[in-house]
């Protein structure tokens, strides 16, 4: 006889695949309300699925005509994924769109500017005239004429820049007491090459950014681009997660030196190559930390360059920081120097002496003949190349890795899960938290050197420049690198370039700048609208949940139209398209 199962105590369900026992959770009770999602984090979900900004900025236009007023949501713009996905997603197909488009380039992207005017050239002419009248009043020391003359140019300048002539004529004159105060001796410092760099032909830069045009046996041709990596040196060996192998022996203080100086390394690299091979390399990347978190670069080349050349180039390379010697920290963040308000001068905390300036520390350097560099940044031995066809997938797959960690913070990029790695990340923000990382830093009060225009707001160790945050791991400055000459083209040029694509397919005629102009009208357009910020508690502000619903909507009836129109375009002939709007057209990557 079996004995029957009390309520509550029957055998719990099994999964089919481990045979664990799951157990339910009691019909309304909180564990089984725990499980529900909620309503905030799918209106969240559905918002990035349709590309909508979570933190949208709220802006009142109003009619001057009628005085009517519409809060409009603009994008916050945000290149960060933790700050805003949507944003964060829509920039970084922005920059795949910028780096496809100048990669595989068969022309120059600028052409060369155009002739001048008769009119420009007239106005260069009297600059010449109004330049050559304030020198013979200089020289009679008629000082109120030149006063009179120094307005006039300045006028001038405004007029040639309104005529359409771009870049300054001539630099600004200067005052008499500011040209006294610039009156000091500039430093210069030796351009000879180091005994232990490799020397570097020097060629003449021809004004070309295209590579060369390869021709196959069967007379067809090709033109194909390479992909770069560049690494750092190595600071001491260490495992697959990237941390060290014994911590006590790693060069923490090294890495973090050339971490804060490497985009001026990757400067140096770019400057030697094109001196190398004689003609303009254009390039176009970004700067990200490796697993042992010291920053390496992944660069697209237009064209293509030897690999015994990369390498050559980048055993040269280097970079000298002349800055005062760091060998001794003088004094710790608990026990700063202080701040001597009389002297206007920091000064030793026991003795009250005064610390040496930051002339007088530099004037060190330059009287010591055997003076030498406090820190020499040089790039390690890995360095990969390899070609890449256009049009192919590999093309595709190597720009998704080029920019595959745009969007998130350098410390963000490897994640940090064990206790080992924690540990290391640690250390070598510690480090750089005391590594001076400009002329103006407060970590120089800690070897006993005042900073640049120092003041008694300095606190050393806690530097606000952004090689000290732990977020940027010592990566200042930009980690997306682009040449000039590498599209021809702006972000904002992209941007336009996107909707004029989107219009065009929608078959939209009327842009946003000319909705207002009256048919047949001539000459520049009225304003009809004026434009403020508007606050998210100003009462016709609707909450943010309501603005992210209506996005949503707006965003659903925008793809419908989008898809449709694709699908139309898709059954007829669109012979010019480009490779971007080909790529945007076969993805769906249109931003709207």
């Known amino acids: 006889m079996t004995a029957p199962t009390l309520p ?14 799951v157990k339910q959770p009691r019909p309304g009770s909180r564990a089984a309300r725990m499980l529900l999602p909620r309503s905030v984090d799918v209106l969240k979900e559905l918002a990035t699925d349709y590309g909508v900004c979570l933190r ?43 780096i496809r488009e100048g990669w595989h380039r068969e022309d ?38 030149v006063a009179d003359l120094d307005e006039a140019i300045r006028e001038l300048e405004e007029a040639i820049t309104t005529e359409g002539l771009r870049g300054r004529v001539a630099p600004p004159h200067q005052s008499p007491d500011e040209e006294e105060a610039e009156a000091g001796p500039r ?89 190398c091979e004689g003609w303009n390399v254009q390039y176009a990347g970004c700067v990200e930390p490796q697993r042992r978190l010291a920053p390496h670069a992944h660069f697209a080349i237009r064209g293509t360059i030897p690999r015994e050349a990369l390498r050559t180039v980048a055993a040269a390379t280097y970079h000298q920081v002349w800055w005062p010697s760091v060998d001794v920290q003088r004094y710790g963040v608990d026990r700063p120097p202080v ?20 002339d007088e520390a530099l004037d060190a350097i330059d009287e010591d003949p055997d003076a030498e560099p406090v820190h020499v940044v040089r790039f390690g031995a890995q360095v990969d190349a390899r070609g890449v066809m256009p049009g192919t997938e590999d093309s595709e797959r190597t720009l998704r890795y080029i920019t595959k960690y745009i969007t998130k913070h350098a410390a963000d990029c490897h994640p940090t899960g064990t206790e080992r790695q924690r540990a290391h990340l640690e250390r070598l923000w510690r480090q750089l938290q005391v590594t001076p990382c400009t002329d103006r830093c407060a970590n120089w009060l800690l070897y006993g050197v005042q900073p640049k225009k120092a003041t008694g707001k300095l606190r050393p160790g806690r530097c606000k420049g952004k090689v000290h945050q732990r ?66 508690t100003d009462r016709d502000v609707p909450p943010l949940a309501h603005r992210l619903l209506r996005s949503i ?38 931003d709207i």
């Not at 206007?344 to 002496?353: A, L």
């Not at 909507?553 to 012979?575: D, I, N, Y």
Request: some cysteine.
């Open 8 to 21: 509550g105590l029957a055998p719990a369900a099994t999964s089919p695949e481990d045979k664990a026992p």
């Open 56 to 98: 949208p900025i709220p802006m009142r236009r109003t009619d001057l005509d009628t005085g009517q007023t519409e809060v409009i949501d603009l994008p916050c713009g945000a290149t960060r994924e933790d700050k805003c996905l949507p944003c964060a997603r829509r920039n970084r197909r922005l920059r795949q769109a910028q």
């Open 108 to 145: 120059e992207p600028l052409p060369g500017p155009e002739p001048a005017t008769d009119d420009q050239k007239s106005l260069i002419v009297l600059r010449g005239h109004l330049e050559f009248e304030r020198d013979t009043a200089a020289r009679s020391a008629r000082w109120d004429e």
């Open 187 to 275: 430093r210069k410092r030796s351009t000879r090459r180091r005994q232990d760099a490799p020397e570097l032909p020097r060629r003449k830069v021809e004004p070309r950014t295209v590579g060369k045009i390869y021709t196959a046996p069967d007379g067809s041709t090709y033109q194909p681009s390479m992909w770069l990596t560049l690494t750092l040196d190595s600071y001491g060996p260490v495992r697959e997660d990237g941390t060290p192998l014994n911590p006590a022996r790693y060069d923490y203080r090294r890495a973090a030196w050339d971490a804060v100086h490497f985009p001026r390394l990757l400067d140096r690299f770019w400057q030697n190559l094109r001196r």
């Open 339 to 358: 701040w001597d308000e009389q002297a206007k001068s920091w000064v030793d905390p026991d003795t009250r002496i005064p610390l040496a300036t930051w």
């Open 471 to 536: 977020s940027s791991l010592g990566i200042g400055g930009r980690r997306i690198l682009i040449s000039r000459d590498w599209s021809g083209k702006t972000l904002s040029d992209h941007k336009a370039d996107a909707r004029e694509w989107v219009r065009a397919l929608l078959g939209v005629t009327t842009d946003a700048a000319g909705a207002d102009a009256e048919p047949g009208a001539a000459g520049p357009v009225p304003l009809r609208h004026a434009w403020e910020m508007a606050r998210p």
């Open 553 to 590: 909507s707006e965003r659903a009836r925008w793809r419908s139209q989008l898809l449709s129109a694709k699908e139309r375009a898709a059954a007829g002939s669109s012979p010019n398209l480009s490779a971007t709007d080909r790529h945007t057209a076969a993805t769906g990557e249109g």
